[in-house]
């Protein structure tokens, strides 16, 4: 392979594998790489590399501990592995197999690791910290250099893993113009899940759950449960009714969702009211045993079936004796829990400085969050981000195609919506303090933890707002102060700001 060596600069890329997540992350590091070396970027699997390519170039290695190459440097106490789920540790520093050149490395815990760990090194490294003086060329940029990768680049180290397991998306299907782009913007702030909710399942449903895996997250298609937007006049709570309800909702999952290719299912039921009765039943009395019944049912046909129950908390906040009965099998998860973040009732209000009652909204959380024992699995939702245009919304008829829209419409759709996010974006920079504080409390005595944030017809596949990446980052890093938090992500590449 000698002869293939003519650059003394050469960088190359040497990766466990060339499929799977790995793969998502090597295409990343060459995207991100190309942008600044001017030489043709070989990938290398550590079963072809051999001793001459080792020794005669500069390296970004990338995989798991245990692959070949990253125990090696482990054993030689190069590089401190990082052994929690996702998690990943990465440095850039002297080669072990030639002094005179550099390496990259970043290894994973576990595939979504590795992945995560090319993410942070194109957004972090590749977005400010390689800038650090190296050479200088003029002193309209003393301090920094302008040909990373071909000067010498400055030493880096990083051990990281996030705080919340499952960190991702809930909004509604019809609003995703582009699933391809909207996924891979996720995947650039390390999300895992996407909660997508429609009328009907999209005809494409298994080719949008197969990219989403793609990137390594997993896919939960909503539909209702007897819910609707004027669910306090429609719902019928007799028991024929709820019977007739629940076998109509087994048929509905087993003709569209059952061979979809996702990985459970999402629901809401009649709770988003701000009494806690219709009629004379009692909403959180009621629904449990409805979502008990019904959960039973497909469980008993399906047990491996992972179901999330989006439960809105105004109307049972005071009942909560009621939804500690929920059965255990299914994922509780919250939204309304109180002020900002949860409501976002005072974004939408255009104040930036009432934030509700913090303290009370703390208290709530710290109590649901054990509310069925300390090993419970639950989650909430997250908002004050952008919603649907209600006085616009049709409901979608059956056999829609999820996530095709030109490139036109899209074009014109993100001018209009920058003009929220403007909005948004001070929000959060404002409050973003309490965003944290918030998640500490979710994950107070807790090992897991979901967590979703909505984000309905953002024009997210277009470009990453300010907003969602601060929600992304302070998931990932709770500990970190929130202001620190908003000047990381203002460096990334792949962030916009809402400028109109």
């Known amino acids: 392979m000698s002869r293939y060596i003519t650059n003394p600069n050469r960088w190359v890329i040497v990766a466990e594998q060339y499929s799977g997540l790995i793969r998502r992350g090597v295409d990343l590091l060459q995207k991100t790489v190309s942008d600044f070396y001017r030489d043709h970027l070989s990938v290398y699997t550590v079963y072809e590399v051999d001793e001459t390519i080792l020794r005669s170039c500069n390296l970004i290695l990338i995989g798991r501990n245990e692959s070949r190459l990253m125990a090696e440097l482990i054993e030689k106490q190069v590089l401190t592995p990082c052994t929690k789920r996702q998690g990943y540790s990465a440095c850039v520093t002297d080669s072990i197999w030639n002094a005179d050149k550099q390496m990259v490395v970043i290894a994973g815990a576990d595939e979504h690791g590795a992945a ?29 250099f302008d040909t990373p990768f071909h000067e010498k680049l400055p030493k880096w180290s990083k051990i990281s893993a996030p705080d919340v397991e499952e960190r991702g998306i809930w909004t509604w299907g019809h609003v995703i113009y582009d699933y391809r782009s909207f996924f891979d913007n996720m995947f650039l702030l390390k999300m895992n899940e996407i909660v997508i909710w429609n009328d009907y399942a999209p005809i494409n449903a298994k080719e949008i759950a197969d990219y989403a895996h793609s990137l390594g997250m997993k896919l939960i298609w909503g539909f209702a449960w007897g819910w609707g937007v004027d669910c306090s006049v429609s719902a019928k709570l007799d028991d024929e009714s ?13 003709r569209e969702y059952l061979n979809s290719g996702c990985d459970g299912i999402y629901f809401q039921s009649f709770t988003e009211l701000q009494t806690a009765y219709i009629g004379d ?24 079936l992972h179901i999330q129950f989006g439960l809105h908390a105004d109307s049972v906040k005071n009942h909560t004796e009621f939804i500690a009965k929920v059965d255990p099998r299914v994922y509780i998860i919250w939204e309304n829990c109180g002020s900002f973040p949860f409501q976002g009732e005072h974004a939408d209000n255009g104040s930036e400085y009432d934030f509700g009652d913090l303290p009370a909204t703390r208290a709530f959380v710290e109590k649901i969050n054990v509310l069925r024992g300390t090993g419970d699995k639950f989650g909430v939702v997250m908002k004050g981000l952008t919603g649907l245009d209600w006085s ?4 979608q008829e059956p056999n829609l195609v999820m996530g095709e829209r030109s490139k036109r419409f899209m074009h014109l759709r993100t001018e209009e919506k920058n003009r929220i996010w403007k909005f948004r974006q001070t929000y959060w920079i404002r409050n973003v303090e309490h965003v944290r504080l ?10 897991y933890m979901n967590v979703q944030a909505l984000v309905e017809d953002g024009m997210f596949e277009t470009g990453i ?6 929600y992304a980052e ?27």
Request: aromatic content about 12%; some cysteine; proline content about 4%.
């Open 116 to 144: 995560y760990g090319c993410v942070d090194f194109c957004n972090q490294y590749c977005g400010y910290d390689i800038y650090k003086c190296g050479k200088v060329w003029c002193s309209m940029n003393e301090g920094y």
């Open 242 to 254: 709820l019977h007739q309800l629940r076998d109509e909702i087994v048929a509905k999952y087993e």
């Open 281 to 304: 039943k009692l909403i959180a009395e009621t629904v449990v045993d409805f979502v008990n019944d019904t959960a039973s049912a497909l469980l008993a046909k399906y047990p491996a």
């Open 392 to 395: 616009r919304f049709i409901h």
């Open 438 to 447: 918030t998640t500490q409390s979710l994950l107070k005595n807790k090992d």
């Open 465 to 470: 707002p300010l907003p969602v990446a601060i």
């Open 474 to 500: 302070t998931l990932w890093d709770a500990q970190k102060d929130g202001m620190e938090t908003v000047l990381q992500v203002m460096k990334y590449p792949c962030v916009t700001m809402a400028n109109l």
